[in-house]
């Protein structure tokens, strides 16, 4: 079992009804408190090799992607292997080891939590 740390990213489980961390930036400003969160996740996305990693897991088939179908992003493999943990780190992928590989996944309720957060407010 893993002692990494997931981010807050959600106040509801999946099968309910996705609440994000923060409220949409239209909303209201950001306590201390959210402006954090929201800056982790934003900060594990602002690197080009992380976005491209998080993209390959939200898009492979299926929903997870073992780590042999989405190493190639143009770094070695130990980089590969920080950038996805700086991911897992920030609470925007999950992962299970079978066997020798590992296998990765964006939960469906972090990517909503995450469009919640950037939605313009919708007219009344």
Do not use: N
């Amino acid at each position: 079992m893993s002692k990494t740390k997931v981010l807050p990213l959600l106040d509801a489980p999946v099968s309910e009804e996705v609440a994000p961390c923060c409220p949409p930036l239209t909303e209201r400003p950001f306590t201390a408190e959210e402006a954090e969160t929201a800056a982790r996740m934003f900060k594990a996305l602002g690197d080009p090799v992380r976005l491209r990693l998080f993209s390959a897991v939200a898009s492979h088939e299926g929903g997870e992607a073992c780590v042999c179908d989405i190493s190639d992003v143009g770094v070695s493999q130990p980089t590969v292997s920080h950038h996805l943990k700086k991911l897992k780190e920030a609470g925007l992928l999950t992962s299970e080891r079978r066997g020798t590989w590992v296998y990765y996944r964006v939960e469906p309720s972090v990517l909503a939590a995450m469009g919640k957060l950037l939605m313009l407010p919708t007219a009344a």
